[in-house]
């Protein structure tokens, strides 16, 4: 987040897809009532500051690019479920984060339901198809630490005689989009009590899917672009740039000068203007995002010599 005297992301919350804005203040609203399961909640603007007033605080904590994520991923969620069933399964969102991957940990309203319209979503009758991952495709999102998992896998596929198994603490679906593209992957745990660190919802940034195995309806996966994927997911090499952010750490960082020319002055005005409707836009705000940052670069006063 990065501090800013423009108006925040109140004045923009019109802006946000309905389903979305519900989501969002019911997190909010049953966090400040100290709701059972809401204890998490946005937790991202609750972080070392007094509890937000209001929905445009909270979002103006969580800062441009983390909204613009939450934004992306109920983007693909709609064109997934066009009939918004997804998106209405989701009771709270908890902390936001991007690196790696980009998303937000969950809270459904029924486990059971979001599993059976993933499942529904595989035919494709009306948007995205959607796929379970392999035993070893969503072991990444077992819990605990990887090495924590894998013996336990391993056991499982033994038993099965490596035919396949079942994920031991969460299931996990995949968009079938394109391989080594942007696509949503989708985590619903399954012990009870539920854990918090199993259910996410959350974007690949190179997603490892090829395509989908008719008889068994789980997703294939390409060895190279899986290698690529799992390195950035796990290590964070190779993140993509992220343009809001970008901006934003170059104002602050520019903030005090008191010798920056003009054109940057009047840069920095238009953007704090421009920042929160790219936000509320989803992914083609983060894209137009871009341009703004070239224009950034292009205009930021260099560094003073010996500063």
Known sequence: MTDSPDAGAGPHLTELDGTLREALERSLADRLAGSPGAELNLDNA???????????????????TC?????????????????????????????????????FKVVYA???????????????????????????????HQRGALWGALPGTLATLLRSGFRGGEPL??????????????????????REPRLPELDDIHLDWRSPVVGVDEATRRCRYGFFIG????????FGLGNPVFPLQRVDDTVAALAARGDAPAPWAEFVARWRDARWTLAMRGRD???????????????????????
């Open 46 to 64: 609750f972080w070392g500051a007094p509890p937000p007033r209001d929905l445009g605080e909270a979002l103006t904590r969580l800062g441009p």
């Open 67 to 103: 909204v613009n994520v939450v934004v992306r991923i109920f983007e693909r969620l709609r064109d997934i479920d066009p009939a918004l069933g997804l998106s209405r399964e989701i009771r709270y969102l908890r902390n936001v984060w991007f690196g790696g991957s980009a998303g």
């Open 110 to 140: 029924e486990p059971a339901a979001v599993r059976a319209r993933l499942d529904d979503r595989f035919a494709e009758a009306d948007g995205r198809r959607v796929a379970r991952d392999t035993i070893l495709g969503g072991i990444e």
């Open 169 to 190: 603490d969460a299931d996990s679906w995949r968009e079938v989009h394109r391989p080594d593209e942007e696509a949503v992957h989708i985590c619903v745990g399954k």
């Open 227 to 234: 290698v690529v994927h799992w390195t950035q997911a796990r």
């Open 285 to 307: 705000g983060a894209e137009e995002a871009h341009r703004w940052l070239r224009e950034c670069e292009a205009l930021a006063p260099p560094p003073r010599e010996g500063g």
